[in-house]
């Protein structure tokens, strides 16, 4: 796993030692896997992609509901899956 060559990393020397490396190393390794389902096999990717939407869609409903701006992304009313995919790289 991800978090395993990290720690491999860390074991040989390519990170240093102090906590603030190895807390660096471990967000890395949590981003990496935040981001990677891209890389999956095309039906988990399609699932994840589908969570991730709802997600965010319930995010913008919460802000509709409360009166305020609606988040990028976030506008079930107003969504494109594949503009959505490229357009959270941009804004992330």
Do not use: Y
């Amino acid at each position: 796993t991800k978090v395993e060559l990290a720690a491999e990393a860390a074991e040989k020397g390519l990170w240093g030692d102090s906590d603030a490396d190895k807390l660096l190393l471990l967000q890395i390794a949590l981003k990496c896997a935040d981001v990677s389902h891209p890389a999956r096999p095309t039906r988990l990717h399609v699932i994840w992609s589908d969570l991730i939407a709802e997600e965010f869609f319930r995010q913008g409903d919460r802000e509709r509901a409360d009166g305020l701006p609606i988040s990028p992304l976030c506008d079930r009313n107003d969504f494109d899956m594949a503009k959505s995919q490229r357009g959270f790289f941009d804004f992330v």
